[in-house]
């Protein structure tokens, strides 16, 4: 695995099918892994947010790039991203690695029954997958304990998060440590896609990189500021860092990852 650098951050450059494998292998091996997803919202999170930020640069997370922003940005810093590793398709190669390899889930994270609605669903897709835990995201810090008692008692090995961004970051890097759990990813609205509870936008839209238009066009309100203002703050904040000539967006040599 390889990576570049981006936006002051280290991208596995990757593809969908080896960031899976991966994945898999290393909940095999139980080896400890928070795994992270950086869009153009991400970074205009992480601009205003040093917290964030530093949890995504120095908290040991591995990062995908995810989204036609960061498509853009590694071209204009020279060179192109193997593949768009998003959270929503590597969902399902995860769930058919872990399926064929014996390996448990947990899914934590969304509205009340919408975890254990993606559960059943993949495992209609994946007879052999076994997803040992669901809960939803709505406790407070007065029973979060109890929830990571539930959670290392479960057994599982890859623990999904979706709690949205930044506080499903900020809340993995806050209780790694207290989670016996070998991998755990944040993956934002993830549930509610494979839950059947919101549409994902067409194959071609997807592929045109206009997934974000297809929310946009589903919840205006509640998108507005995420994509009318925020897509052109990242363009902005984009071609004013490569005007610039900041280490914000350069292109890197390739390196074998270490990790």
Not at 163 to 187: F, H, T, Y
Request: aromatic share 10%; with cysteine; proline share 3%.
């Amino acid at each position: 695995m390889s990576r570049v650098f981006l936006f002051g951050l280290n991208i596995e450059d990757t593809t969908l099918i080896d960031a899976s494998a991966n994945i898999v292998h290393d909940a095999q091996l139980g080896l400890r892994r928070k795994i992270y997803f950086v869009n153009a919202h991400c970074v205009n999170m992480a601009a205003v947010n040093a917290n964030y930020f530093c949890v995504l640069q120095r908290g040991g997370g591995v990062l995908f790039a995810d989204g036609s922003g960061m498509r853009m940005a590694s071209k204009l810093a020279g060179f192109s991203l193997k593949d768009n590793v998003n959270g929503t398709d590597l969902f399902p190669l995860v769930c058919r690695d872990a399926a064929n390899s014996g390996i448990r889930l947990a899914l934590l994270g969304a509205r009340p029954g919408i975890a254990q609605r993606c559960a059943d669903n993949m495992k209609k897709s994946f007879p052999n997958l076994d997803i040992v835990w669901t809960h939803d995201g709505y406790f407070n810090a007065s029973n979060e304990m109890e929830v990571i008692k539930a959670i290392n008692e479960s057994d599982a090995q890859i623990l999904f998060v979706a709690m949205g961004v930044p506080m499903q970051e900020l809340w993995i890097a806050r209780n790694a440590d207290k989670i016996c759990v070998p991998v755990i990813l944040g993956v934002g609205a993830l549930f509610d896609f494979y839950s059947g509870e919101m549409p994902r936008a067409p194959y071609q839209m997807r592929k045109l990189g206009l997934e974000w238009l297809f929310r946009f066009i589903l919840e205006p309100r509640r998108m507005f500021v995420r994509y009318v203002i925020g897509n052109p703050v990242f363009i902005i904040r984009l071609l004013w860092r490569r005007l610039r000539g900041q280490e914000f967006l350069q292109k890197t040599s390739l390196i074998n990852s270490v990790e």
